[in-house]
């Protein structure tokens, strides 16, 4: 009886489906006709719909402009590389910080902790990034000013000024402003997880890093395998706003990515089909990239984003 | 609940501390924040305030409380979230019930039709035009129509579905209930915790935006909170220039952006920031108990 | 394209803080002022002739509406409702207009690109001028799609007595398109009509010093890049402190933008223009190594802070308020508040002009701010009633039009002299305009405002706080440095196959010198500094600074061609 019902088809389940297919053919799938844009030559055309008509096909043009663009090479090498040590440290984050969260017992402290924690999601990286270079200036900011008490230092160091230093204050910085919402997520499958699986653990004697280990983290696997995949799949993706406030012409060896190179020599010159190929090329970057780690997460974790 | 001892080991005190520390640190911007806030602008540009104001003013909030605009921005805002949030949730969550069934058809072909609009889009102007033929552009539903799905939430939604034991949806097939009611008698009830988040995350969404006010809407009536307060910062960049009109100092104007960005932060965020116990409280105690037993 | 002699495109082009150009009077020299009577009748017989004339406008004054898209995130009607303050209420009344602006949240251009590509654009929009050559192109587009309508044709069709009266024949030809028609109209700019012979403007840039602090180490020469350094220094070392805080010996401006550099060019005499009349690149001039030789100097003299390369404006302002700062090399009218606010603390701290020169001793040519005028307005095809638009653009543009917005009501907010030849606003009106302008909304329709027309009718200021910090008032003593025509801006022919791949390169070239500039001022050494100066300059050649040299130097001779002159170049006009 279970079997045949689930190779029969199933109209009610595939008609809610559907509805979200239909709603992806109106509000993307139609617009995709702009990707034409990055295969013409349409830089600084203004009458768009009608270019798209009338303008001849250039192949691939404007995906070689980019590939041979003289900085292609750093922009590429900077968004990884600061994806990457971002990936490592910002992805785990969250996860460790809700394990922790959920060990607290006194739910008052549970509770204002998070609430506080998740306050500065509401800042913009504008404020909030001001906020980073004060604390960080060379002239009197904080963090120099202590290092300077405790001896650690003798001349300020300025922070901002040195591109070694960018990767760490852009993920450390991220790390901060984002913690406390990107543990929401954990936190709700933390607590979708059935009690009785921690009763029968007491039961057996399971201490509370076993409980841990053996319980709370298997159940959250799966959330943490879809936002995983997701995120290496924004492999070339950069928290715009972020970099653009905290990027300086001295850091910009290690500080210029993708977005904000793009940003200063298309977007704000009308270059639609240069800009356009950029995100084409980013998209099918990405688009490989969930492949591939989905794929190889269903063959050896089993799980995967559906 | 299962364990009453409260005595504390050495892992508590050590993860007490930390958790102290992180809070500490986080909620400094907002310290920082709302000190800037009460200050008086032309006074702050002095640098120093960290903590406290150190000339008390309510100027910034004047300036914002002064202005119609920000009584339209509210109302839209709140009459967006308020529609937006639970009409997206639930055409998300029951196309992710339908998405996370393993009998659904072409289940493949469809999940990589939903992942492929994660990455591509056609930009900006097609989708303009897009909503400009279906009559959206100028109106208040397009703050509702083009968000009631999202394909990140579906998948967040379904991952949740697919770990609600088989059991209950079989016994209530046995028991002749339809997949609607199995939905939204049984699953939804099972998914608080992350109803819950995907709520709060659709609930800031709509809260926070500003992007579709300002490039589909061109009618004052329609402007939104996010962008009212957007457009004030820009526009106090001009009151910042106006000191350049001779004027005696005692009518100089005090007011600066920065005092003035921080007081629209205030504003903007503390209603949503109200809300969130709300929310916590699915994220806290919001625990199956007994689900498997039905 | 026709060009027309002595034409004085003499521009405000650096945007921040133009507008606010309502009450800078003294933006003329003294002696202009003075030498004003001459100009005096004009003003008299124009502002009666107004009751006379029978204006096109006037023909029809029944309510009527206009969509109008100023495309300036941080632009507002300052006033109330439509036709609840004072300006707007005149401007209903006299013309029957309703205006309903509206304005994007961004600078980013989207808003606009949109309207474009959607055809939603309003009835008229307000852009940057050519001075932006995106715009330049932008607008070009437009009319040739049809998109905005040529003024030639509606004033011929509606209101043909317009060319004569509010019309500046020099300013609308110099706007005109391939086609000759001319579909913009701008403000701020400066007609030879309206300008007074030998008048020249105070430059944009302008480097500033610290005069309690300049008298307190004994006055010293600064005009010799030895003497600057040297001076600064001796602050540094001598002052130490103020209020307790170190003192910045020199503040560069923003990194970000290119202005971190520009104006210590224009002082060091950098040329845009050899003796055979061709384009000069100011990149590759020896004034401007020496420029940044001069700034790398003072960083390794300690008297350039590292924090300077961070700073964004903000901390900036914070500094210039907190009056650390010694020596600016900024632009006065960006600071006008923190200097006030430093000013109110501390009226010694004043900052006062420095005559700093080459090594060569060349007079400084101080030019950047002129530019091809600043807004500029146009009507579109989906106007729905362009001749009421046209009247409505006539009456602002008439110097009725012009008393009303930028004055408000004889009496009320304004009051002339004896020989109606001085305005000074009323107390009313002064407070009102610091307090934003909500009630009577002076000033705030600035679209199409000559203020060239309207300069010489401001009384000159009088109380110290202005004298001290009024950006006009401070950079005064170096108008007589300014170089007011010229082309070195170039006129870009937007149909040109080249234009957007040049646009394009020198988007790069510029993003490259940014960061460049600010590698090479921290150089420790001598021949860190050649290697990265000669690195910078191999970059700018990969990236095709040749080719851009080379069509600059069209666009620069098409400039001078349009204006009749020969030379552009200030210290060649003599020759």
């Known amino acids: 009886m279970n079997k045949t019902s689930s190779t029969k088809f199933n109209f009610p389940v595939f008609f809610m489906a559907m509805l979200g297919v239909v709603f992806l053919v109106i509000f993307n799938y139609l ?187 298997p159940g959250i696997l799966s959330t943490i395998v879809i936002l995983l995949l997701l995120s290496i799949s924004n492999l070339l993706n950069s928290s715009f706003d972020q970099i653009y406030v905290l990027q300086n012409q001295l850091n910009l060896d290690r500080s210029e990515v993708i977005d904000t190179y793009v940003y200063k020599i298309g977007i704000s010159e009308m270059r639609y089909s240069f800009t356009t190929a950029v995100g084409v090329f980013k998209s099918f970057i990405a688009f490989l990239l969930l492949w591939g780690s989905n794929t190889l997460s269903k063959k050896y974790l089993n799980r995967g984003i559906y | ?124 102007i097609p989708y303009f035009l897009v909503l400009k033929t279906l009559s959206l552009n100028n109106s208040f539903w397009v703050y509702i129509v083009p968000n009631l799905y999202s394909v990140f939430n579906m998948i967040i939604f379904a991952n949740y579905f697919r770990e609600i034991p088989e059991e209950i949806h079989e016994s209530a097939v046995v028991d002749g209930a339809r997949e609607f009611t199995i939905f939204w008698k049984l699953y939804l009830p099972l998914s608080k915790p992350v109803l819950a988040t995907i709520a709060l995350w659709v609930g800031v969404f709509h809260w926070n935006s500003f992007f579709d006010s300002m490039l589909f809407t061109t009618d004052p009536k329609l402007q939104t909170l996010q962008l009212f307060l957007v457009k004030l910062i820009k526009e106090a960049s001009l009151g910042q220039g106006q000191a350049n009109i001779r004027v005696p100092a005692h009518v100089m104007s005090t007011i600066s952006i920065t005092t003035v960005r921080y007081a629209a932060i205030v504003v903007s965020s503390i209603p949503i920031f109200m809300l969130y116990p709300f929310v916590q409280k699915y994220l806290v105690k919001g625990v199956m108990l007994g689900s498997v037993k039905g | ?134 715009n330049r192109a932008l ?95 001796r602050v540094k070392d001598e002052i130490k402190e103020y209020n307790g805080k170190e003192i910045i010996p020199m503040q560069l401006y923003e990194f970000s933008i290119r202005n971190s550099i520009l104006w210590l060019c224009q002082y060091f005499a950098t040329p845009y223009e050899d003796e055979n009349g061709n384009y000069l690149m100011d990149l590759l001039q020896p004034q401007y190594k020496e420029a940044l030789k001069f700034y790398n100097t003072a960083y390794r003299m300690g008297l350039i802070h590292d924090a300077n390369f961070t700073d964004t404006r903000e901390q900036i302002n914070e500094k210039i308020q907190s009056g650390r700062v010694f020596a600016q090399f900024t632009a006065p009218q960006d600071f006008v508040q923190q200097m006030q606010a430093l000013y109110n603390s501390d009226s010694n701290a004043v900052y006062i002009p420095v005559e700093l020169r080459n090594s060569a001793g060349d007079e400084p040519v101080l030019q950047d701010i002129r530019g091809f005028g600043w807004l500029t307005t146009a009507i579109t095809k989906n106007a729905k009633k362009p001749e009421r638009i046209l009247g409505l653009f006539e009456y602002l543009l008439s110097d009725e039009g012009l008393l009303d917005t930028q004055y408000g009501k004889e009496g009320l907010t304004y009051t002339w002299n004896e020989d109606r030849t001085i305005i000074t606003r009323t107390p009313e ?147």
């Open chain 1, 31 to 217: 617009p995709m006709f702009g990707i034409i844009i990055a295969f013409k030559d349409m830089d600084g055309v203004i009458n768009i719909t009608k270019a798209l008509v009338t303008k001849p096909f250039v192949g691939f043009q404007n995906f070689i402009d980019f590939l041979n663009d003289k900085y292609f090479r750093d922009v590429m090498i900077n968004t990884i590389g600061l994806n990457v040590f971002q990936l490592v440290l910002s992805f785990p984050a969250p996860i460790i910080f809700a394990l922790l969260l959920n060990e607290v017992r006194h739910l008052g402290f549970k509770k204002t902790v998070q609430t506080i924690t998740y306050f500065p999601y509401f800042v913009s990286w504008v404020v909030f990034g001001g906020i980073v270079i004060s604390m960080l200036s060379s002239d009197n900011g904080i963090i120099n000013v202590v290092l300077q008490k405790l001896g650690l230092i003798k001349e300020p160091i300025s922070f901002l000024a040195n591109p070694n230093y960018f990767w760490s204050i852009a993920t450390v910085s991220g790390i901060i402003k984002g913690l406390g919402w990107g543990a929401v997520i954990y936190l709700a499958a933390i607590a979708g997880i059935d009690v009785e699986q921690y009763e029968a653990a007491i039961i057996d004697g399971a201490n509370r890093f076993q409980r841990m280990l053996y319980i709370t983290l």
């Open chain 3, 1 to 134: 394209m026709k060009s027309v002699k002595g034409i004085a495109i003499v521009i405000l082009a650096i945007m921040l803080l133009t507008l606010v150009a309502c009450g800078k009077s003294s933006s003329t020299t003294n002696e202009a002022q003075k030498g004003e009577t001459g100009e005096t009748k004009t003003n008299e017989s124009s502002t009666n002739d107004v009751a006379d004339t029978k204006y096109f406008y006037q023909k029809d004054t029944s309510p009527f509406t206009v969509d109008w898209y100023v495309d300036l995130s941080w632009w507002k009607w300052n006033g109330q409702e439509w036709g609840e303050d004072l300006v707007s209420s005149i401007i209903k009344e006299k013309t029957g207009a309703t205006i309903n602006f509206m304005t994007p949240a961004s600078d980013d251009g989207q808003q606009l690109a949109t309207m474009i590509a959607s055809n939603t654009l309003p009835d008229v929009i307000t852009i940057e001028g050519w001075w932006k050559n995106k």
């Open chain 3, 429 to 575: 009106a002064i407070e009102d305009m610091a307090n934003g302008s909500k009630k009577f909304a002076i000033c705030s329709m600035m679209q199409l405002d000559n203020y060239c027309r309207r300069m010489h009718w401001d009384a000159p200021p009088t109380d110290p706080l202005t004298l001290a910090t009024n950006d006009i008032c401070v950079k005064q003593p170096m108008a007589k440095y300014s170089a007011d025509y010229n082309a070195a801006g170039g006129k870009p022919d937007p149909t040109d196959p080249r234009f957007e791949s040049m646009q394009e390169v020198a988007t790069k070239i510029e993003n490259a010198e940014k960061q460049n500039i600010a590698k090479i001022i921290i150089s420790k050494t001598d021949e860190e500094f050649e290697r990265n100066y000669n690195a910078a300059i191999e970059e700018y050649k990969s990236l095709g600074l040749d080719e851009l040299i080379e069509w600059r130097n069209e666009c620069f001779q098409n400039a001078k061609k349009a204006l009749g002159q020969k030379y552009s170049w200030k210290p060649l006009l003599n020759k």
């Open chain 2, 1 to 124: 609940m299962f364990k009453r001892k409260s005595s504390l080991n050495k892992f508590d005190y050590f993860n007490y501390i930390f958790l102290i520390l992180i809070s500490c640190i986080t909620i400094y911007p907002f310290i920082y924040v709302l000190a800037g806030s009460f200050n008086q602008g032309t006074d702050y540009m002095n640098g120093g305030v960290y903590l406290f104001p150190r000339v008390f003013s309510l100027d910034n909030y004047k300036m914002i409380f002064n202005d119609n605009r920000l009584y339209i921005g509210f109302k839209n805002t709140i009459a967006r979230t308020l529609i937006g949030t639970p009409a997206g949730v639930f055409f998300t969550a029951m196309v992710s019930y339908g998405m996370s069934r393993k009998d659904l058809k072409f289940k493949k072909q469809i999940y990589w039709f939903n992942l492929f609009t994660l990455f591509f889009s056609g930009g900006l």
């Open chain 3, 139 to 233: 607008t070009n587009k437009l009319a040739a799609e049809g998109m905005i309508l040529a003024y030639n044709d509606l004033i011929e069709k509606y209101a043909p007595e317009m060319m004569n009266t509010v019309i500046r024949k020099d300013v609308f030809d110099w706007y005109a398109e391939d086609d000759g028609k001319t579909y913009l109209l701008p403000n701020y700019a400066y007609s030879s009509e309206d300008l007074l012979s030998g008048e020249q403007l105070v430059p944009n840039g302008c480097i500033t010093i610290r005069k309690d602090m300049w008298e307190a180490i004994g006055s010293p020469d600064m005009t010799t890049p030895e003497n600057f350094l040297n001076a600064c220094k």
